[in-house]
């Protein structure tokens, strides 16, 4: 498992708190791919947020939305506040 501690030079950081919005809701089933994310209606979205260790952590939840053949329409980031 990466540490969750930043880097430099391969695109990881240190864990931050994201929130990642798609089109239409999302069923039981397909929700147990995001096991580290909350989901929540909002109008006729779905809201997952949640923290994520890393980049490449945002980018396997990106893959995994594609996958399940959803729409993604917004990602927005801001750092953590975990407490080491």
């Known amino acids: 498992m990466p540490s969750p501690r930043a880097t ?3 695109g990881a950081g240190p864990p931050r708190q994201y929130e990642i919005r798609v089109r239409g809701p999302i069923g039981p089933t397909m929700l147990q791919a995001f096991p580290t994310l909350t989901a929540r209606k909002r109008g006729q979205d ?9 980049q490449p952590a945002l980018y396997g939840v990106i893959h995994q939305l594609g996958a399940l053949g959803l729409q993604l329409l917004e990602i927005r980031s801001r750092p953590s ?3 080491a």
């Not at 779905?46 to 890393?54: C, E, F, H, I, R």
């Open 8 to 10: 430099s030079g391969n």
């Open 46 to 54: 779905t809201v997952l947020t949640g923290t994520l260790a890393d």
């Open 81 to 83: 506040t975990r407490h």
